[in-house]
Every structure is written in C-alpha cells, then in structure tokens.
C-alpha cells in the first residue's frame, strides 16, 4: 500500500486560510468514510483532529475542516494562528491495513 | 483520564529483536483496537499494525509480516509490540495508538490517543 500524497510545505499568514490536500486511490480514500488527520508539533506525538472525513473530537476549533471528493481528501485551517505551525498528516483506511500520508509542514508566515 | 504509556528508548545492534511495552489505562483494555505506528527521524508516520486486545488477534502491515508480533498482557492492561531481525532502517520512535472504534464494531484506522512515543535506535 502505498502513502498518501500531500504536497511537502503550505504556507499562510495569520488570519488566513490554508487548504492541504491528500491524494489517494479508489481502495482508501474513494472507498471508505474514514480519513483523519493529525497535528503534530515537533517532538510530540500527533492529534487526531478531523476523523470521518469531516468530524472535529472535542475540543478542536471549528477553524480545522475536513472534505473529500473522489481520491481526494482535504483540510482546511481556517483564521490561522501561530499555533497552527506544525506537520499535518492525513490517513485512510484501506480494508485490510491504514495507510499514512507523506506529510505537510505548514508554516505561519 | 485515557491514558497510554511506553517504556523507554532502547538501542540495539543489527539483527537483535526489541519489546516495547504500552500500559494502558482509564477505560476497559478490552474495549478498543490498538495500533502500533513508528516514524522515522525526519520522517513521516508508518503504519505497522493492530491488535484486538480483546481477542490478541493482530494483523500486520505486509512490510512487516515474519518480523512482528504484537501480543497483550494475560491479566495486565499492556500490549506489546516485538520487532526481530532489526536493520539500521528500523531507527525509529514507535507510538501506540488507540483507535476509535469499539471492539464490537470494524476498525476505523481514526486513532484518537497516542502513547509518548518509544525510540528505538539501531546500530552497530
């Protein structure tokens, strides 16, 4: 199975939008409802903040939005804070086994 | 509060095996999937696989199958992940990971707690 792909940098200034992609295929992310993606600062483990495709867990600002059309999944980080810098990675299951995304790093100018 | 602790760093020479261990707490073990996920330095997120913690079925990444076993504790709230035949590749920190998903129903792969993450270096 191969990763995800997600374009390596994205880059915003405070108070705008930033959107990331995740390309995938017609067996993980056409097929099922379940893609998530993860925050993850530097030296942490990541946290979980859309799941199902579009839900947010408690606690996570509506500012974080997840979409998916086709093999393709997004999220949008809406009124960017600085607290935003960090790695975001998206994943899906894929029947038998999760597959990861190849990562972004977004940067808050 | 849920939480997941790993033991600490290990370091190890080329073709020896590793153990680390996840104790859990806070809710029922046996009530949700385990993942086990590791991510290289520099790196991004790999999944290697998981367990039913209530049955110790484990399925596993094809990367991985011959090599690793995942198993739990009999009667302690911990699984384990054993990687063998370490190659220098496999430097790596090592989180495990609770799904979302209740036992009862499918696999989600949507993890929504993560252990502090295991380093494990490999060198001769």
């Known amino acids: 199975q191969s990763a995800l792909t997600q374009p390596p940098s994205a880059s915003g200034s405070p108070g705008q939008s930033v959107t990331v992609s995740c390309a995938g295929t017609g067996s993980d992310v056409a097929a099922y409802h379940y893609v998530s993606w993860y925050q993850q600062h530097p030296g942490k483990a990541p946290k979980l903040i859309i799941f199902?495709?579009?839900k947010r867990p408690s606690g996570v600002p509506d500012r974080f939005s997840g979409s998916k059309s086709g093999n393709t999944a997004s999220l949008t980080v809406s009124g960017l804070l600085p607290e935003d810098e960090a790695d975001y990675y998206c994943?899906?299951?894929?029947?038998?086994?999760?597959?990861f995304g190849t990562g972004t790093k977004v940067t808050v100018l | 509060q849920v939480q997941l602790v790993q033991s600490g760093a290990e370091v190890k020479k080329p073709g020896a095996s590793v153990k680390i261990t996840c104790d859990i707490s806070?809710?029922?073990?046996?009530?949700?999937?385990m993942h086990w996920v590791r991510q290289a330095p520099g790196q991004g997120l790999e999944w290697m696989g998981v367990i039913n913690p209530s049955g110790g079925n484990a399925r596993y990444s094809q990367k991985f199958q011959g090599r690793l076993t995942m198993t739990r504790g009999a009667s302690t709230s911990t699984v384990y992940l054993e990687l063998d035949s370490l190659r220098s590749e496999d430097t790596a920190v090592y989180y495990c990971a609770r799904d979302r998903a209740l036992i009862v129903t499918p696999i989600t792969g949507d993890v929504d707690y993560w252990g502090q993450g295991t380093l494990v270096t490999v060198s001769s």
């Open positions: 199902e495709v579009t």
């Open positions: 806070g809710y029922p073990f046996t009530s949700y999937y």
């Open positions: 994943s899906a299951f894929a029947g038998n086994s999760i597959v």
